[in-house]
C-alpha cells in the first residue's frame, strides 16, 4: 500500500502529467494525461494486481421487478430500498441499547478490515508466500485486545475489582499486549522468503495502515457511545444525510461538481445535509440518548440514567443585531448541544466527504469499482462507512477538547487499586485542601 502510494506520488510531481478523473458509463474514472501522451487508465501494470470484477448480488426478486427499467433507474432503486432496509435495521439496533451498538461496530470493523486485506491477499497469494493471512488476521486480534482491554479498565473498574484474574490482566495490560504483537512480529520476520522481501514488507505495511484505519476508528466510535448514545447516534445520521441527500440532488438536480476526484458530490447535497443537525433537537430530550453509557456493578447491567447535564437543557440565548434584523427574533431557546451539532454538521459536510474521496482513490488505484460486494448497489461495507470512520475521529477529539471535564468516576477507579498508605496520603492531602478553601462542614471537622 505505501508503496504504491509513493510511486503515485512520485510519478505526479517528477513528470509533465495532468492528474484527471473522468465520468465514463456512469461512474468515475482515473487517468494521467502527460504532455506527449495519450491517456492512460489507472496505474502501471506493474504495480496494479488484477483483481476480478465485483459480481452482482441483486436478489433476482429485485431484478426481475426492475427490469424493464433503465441500468441508471434500475440502480436508483435498488440503492433506495437497500438504503431503506439498511437505515430501518440500524433504528432497530439502537433500539436494543448500547450492548448491541457495540457488538455491530466490532463486526462492521472485521467486514472492513476483510475487505481491505482481501485485496491484498489476492496480490500476496499469486507468489504463494506464506502466512500473510494467518498473520493479518493475528495483528488484528493484538489491536483489538490492546484497544479493548483499555476500554474494560476505563469503563469497568467496579467489575474489574471483584474478579482477580481481571485485576492482574488489568495491571499488565500493556506489557502483555506488546508481548503478543512482539510474536506476531517475530512469526512475520521467520515467514520471510528469499526473493520476495520487498513484496512481503509492502504487505506488512499494508495490513499495520488497515489496522491503523479502521480498528483505531471502530474503537473511537466505542469511546464515543460510552459518553451518550446521542454523540454515537448524531455524528452517523449527519454523514448518512449527506450521503443521501448528495446522491439524490446529484441525480436529479446536481450540476456543480464539489471536487473533480467524485463528481458525483455535488453542493446542492451538501448544503442539504446540513439540515441534519434538527435530528440533534429531538434527540436532547431523551434521558436514554443524552445520559452516559455506565456499567452498574449491582445489576451487572450498562446504565442510560442520569440528570441530564446543562449540554441537554433548554438555553435562552441573544441572537445578534444583524440577526435579529433579518428574522426579527431577540432570542432564541436552544440546546447547547444543537451548538455543537452545527459543528459536527460542518466538518460532515466540509471534511467528512474526503474520507470517501480518499477511498475512491484507493479502489481507483486498483481498478476496482468497490471494496466488495456485500451490499447490491453499494458496494461492500468499506464503501458505506469510508467517511464514518473520519468522522469518528473528530467527534472523539471534539469531546476531548470542548466537552468532556475531570471523569470523577475514573479518578475513583484509580485511587481504588492504590495501596492502602498511598489512599490514605490523599485523604489527608484533599482533606486540607477542602479546609484551606473552607469547603469542609464544620461538623466534620470537629469529628475529624
Not at 450540476?255 to 435530528?279: C, D, M, N, Q, Y
Request: overall charge neutral; some cysteine.
Amino acid at each position: 500500500f505505501t508503496h504504491i502510494a509513493c510511486i503515485n506520488y512520485i510519478y505526479i510531481f517528477s513528470s509533465p502529467c495532468v492528474y484527471t478523473l473522468q465520468e465514463a458509463d456512469g461512474d468515475d474514472k482515473l487517468a494521467f494525461l502527460c504532455e506527449g501522451e495519450g491517456e492512460i487508465e489507472g496505474d502501471s501494470k506493474a504495480d496494479t494486481p488484477d483483481v476480478p470484477p465485483s459480481t452482482d448480488n441483486t436478489p433476482q426478486c429485485l431484478n426481475k421487478a426492475l427490469e424493464g427499467l433503465s441500468s441508471r433507474w434500475k440502480n436508483w432503486w435498488i440503492r433506495g430500498i437497500l438504503s431503506l432496509t439498511m437505515i430501518t435495521g440500524f433504528f432497530l439496533i439502537i433500539y436494543l441499547g448500547p450492548i448491541m451498538l457495540i457488538f455491530v461496530v466490532m463486526s462492521i470493523q472485521i467486514k472492513c478490515f476483510h475487505e481491505i486485506i482481501t485485496i491484498g491477499y489476492r496480490v500476496y497469494h499469486s507468489y504463494d508466500l506464506p502466512w500473510f493471512r494467518t498473520l493479518s488476521w493475528y495483528f488484528l486480534i493484538c489491536v483489538n485486545y490492546f484497544f479493548y482491554g483499555e476500554t474494560v479498565a476505563d469503563y469497568f473498574g467496579a467489575l474489574v475489582q471483584r474478579e482477580e484474574p481481571l485485576q492482574f490482566l488489568v495491571r499488565y495490560h500493556r506489557f502483555i499486549s506488546f508481548a503478543v504483537y512482539l510474536a506476531g512480529f517475530c512469526m512475520f520476520v521467520l515467514s520471510l522468503v528469499k526473493k520476495h522481501y520487498r513484496l512481503q514488507f509492502y504487505m506488512f505495511a499494508w495490513t499495520h495502515v488497515t489496522l491503523l484505519i479502521v480498528v483505531t476508528q471502530s474503537h473511537l466510535v466505542i469511546q464515543n457511545l460510552f459518553e451518550g448514545m446521542i454523540w454515537f447516534i448524531v455524528p452517523i445520521s449527519i454523514v448518512i444525510c449527506n450521503d443521501i441527500m448528495a446522491y439524490i440532488f446529484g441525480f436529479f438536480f446536481g450540476r456543480t461538481p464539489l471536487i473533480k476526484l467524485s463528481p458525483k458530490k455535488t453542493w446542492e447535497g451538501f448544503i442539504g445535509g446540513f439540515f441534519a443537525t434538527v435530528f440533534a433537537y429531538l434527540l436532547s430530550q431523551y434521558q436514554y440518548f443524552v445520559c452516559p453509557v455506565e456499567y452498574n456493578s449491582e445489576t451487572n447491567r450498562f446504565a442510560v440514567e442520569c440528570e441530564p447535564s446543562n449540554l441537554f437543557m433548554i438555553q435562552e440565548y441573544t441572537l445578534p443585531a444583524v440577526v435579529q434584523n433579518a428574522v426579527r427574533w431577540k432570542t432564541v431557546n436552544l440546546y447547547p448541544f444543537q451548538i455543537h451539532s452545527i459543528a459536527l454538521s460542518t466538518f460532515a459536510s466540509l471534511i467528512g466527504p474526503f474520507g470517501g474521496f480518499f477511498a475512491s482513490g484507493f479502489k481507483r488505484a486498483f481498478k476496482i469499482k468497490d471494496f466488495a460486494d456485500t451490499i447490491p448497489g453499494h458496494g461492500g461495507i468499506m464503501d458505506r462507512f469510508d467517511c464514518q470512520y473520519l468522522m469518528a475521529t473528530f467527534v472523539h477529539v471534539y469531546i476531548a477538547s470542548f466537552i468532556r471535564g475531570p471523569n470523577p468516576s475514573k479518578v475513583l477507579q484509580q485511587l481504588l487499586v492504590l495501596q492502602p498508605e498511598q489512599q490514605l496520603g490523599i485523604f489527608n492531602t484533599l482533606r486540607n485542601h477542602l479546609r484551606e478553601n473552607g469547603m469542609l462542614p464544620p461538623a466534620v471537622e470537629e469529628a475529624q
